[in-house]
């Protein structure tokens, strides 16, 4: 089975998708909690959201996704917020045209803008931040 397992998260895209769903579900159970169940704005909720997950995902991302080992941490951790905040300025604006002009539901649009947000994210950590190498 672990060896499936290793077989299976070979490709740095799948461990991306993998990284990044694990990253995703804290962001929007963190989103269900501040939104729906303590009733704060969903833009706030969002953003407190974002910087839940924010953790999970450069630490899952620099040490298993690109396995990014010998690089400076603090350099490649300002890197990523960067890239972070960018994908929150995109999430956040998305968000509020799916929910305030489109009407959608926002957990329904956070999902959708997600996977917007996590293509960017890619090609930008990839090459810029952890610099993968295959």
């Known amino acids: 089975m672990l060896k499936l397992f290793k077989l299976f998260t070979s490709h740095v895209v799948v461990r991306f998708i993998i990284a990044g769903g694990t990253s995703a579900v804290v962001d929007l159970g963190l989103l269900y909690v501040f939104n729906s169940r303590l009733g704060w ?17 450069f630490t899952l991302h620099k040490f298993w996704t690109f396995q990014s080992h010998n690089e400076r941490t603090d350099k490649q951790a300002l890197l990523y917020l960067g890239t972070s905040l960018f994908g929150l300025s995109l999430n956040t604006m998305l968000m509020y045209l799916f929910v305030d002009y489109f009407h ?11 996977i917007m947000v996590a293509f960017s994210s890619f090609f930008i950590s990839r090459n810029f931040v952890f610099k993968y190498k295959s």
């Open 41 to 57: 704005h969903y833009l706030v909720s969002a953003v407190l959201a974002f910087i839940g997950a924010f953790g999970v995902s």
């Open 104 to 114: 959608i539901q926002v957990l329904i649009s956070q999902f959708f803008v997600g």
